[in-house]
């Protein structure tokens, strides 16, 4: 069982009314964690993506939360201010129902790390309108979280199975 510990860990707020789908936050995102950093930019690398929907005057920037193997049963919409809000608007879950928040090559989870070592997300620092603000809030947390690793490992055996994933590392650690 993991312990509980108290610390402060970064919230983005979202100002929903001023977005204006620019995406701007996506080309940052995607920039900062591309390897090497900056070297490339491709929004569907990102872990924001602006869910968007133009006739309804419908952004919002999501970020990438936790990888799911299976979708809902049901799915949310909701209605906020009297303007109703496409289903999974709000949804951060990396999820085999849609393709967001997945390495375009390998189809493995991306998650939003908050730029944890930086003074401040580089989403929040590229929208030009104030949409997204940084603010550290006091968290309890129950156990250490899964890393990017274990994330990557555990989407690898949904998908082919822990056999296969097991004879491949094999394969490939082999010395000769
Ligand atoms: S906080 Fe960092 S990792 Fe998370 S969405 Fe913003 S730029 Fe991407
Ligand atoms: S950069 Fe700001 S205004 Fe542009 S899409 Fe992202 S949140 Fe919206």
């Known amino acids: ?20 789908g620019c995406r701007s936050c996506e080309m940052a ?29 419908e952004y919002v920037p999501v ?3 936790d990888y ?14 009297g303007k109703e809000y496409s289903e999974c608007s709000f949804c951060g879950t990396v999820c085999p ?8 090559d390998s189809g493995l989870p991306l998650k939003c790390d908050m730029c944890e070592d930086e003074k401040e997300p580089l989403c929040v620092q590229a929208c030009p309108r104030g949409v997204l603000t940084c603010e550290e809030i006091d968290a309890v947390q129950e156990e250490v979280k899964p890393d990017e690793m274990e994330l990557g490992m555990k989407s ?3 998908k082919f199975g822990s056999k296969k994933v097991a004879d491949t590392y094999n394969r490939m ?4």
């Open 97 to 104: 129902t849609r393709d967001l928040f997945k390495e375009p």
């Open 1 to 20: 069982m993991g312990e509980s510990v108290t610390k402060k860990v970064r919230n983005i707020k979202v100002d929903l009314d001023k977005c204006n």
């Open 63 to 65: 970020r990438a939360t």
């Open 68 to 81: 799911t193997k299976a979708g809902c049963d049901g799915r949310r919409s909701y209605t906020i201010n």
């Open 29 to 57: 995102c995607s920039a900062f964690h591309a390897k090497p950093k900056y070297s490339s930019i491709n929004p569907a690398r990102s872990r924001i993506r602006v869910v968007m929907d133009l006739v309804n005057d």
């Open 173 to 176: 650690t082999q010395k000769g």
């Open 156 to 158: 690898l055996i949904d």
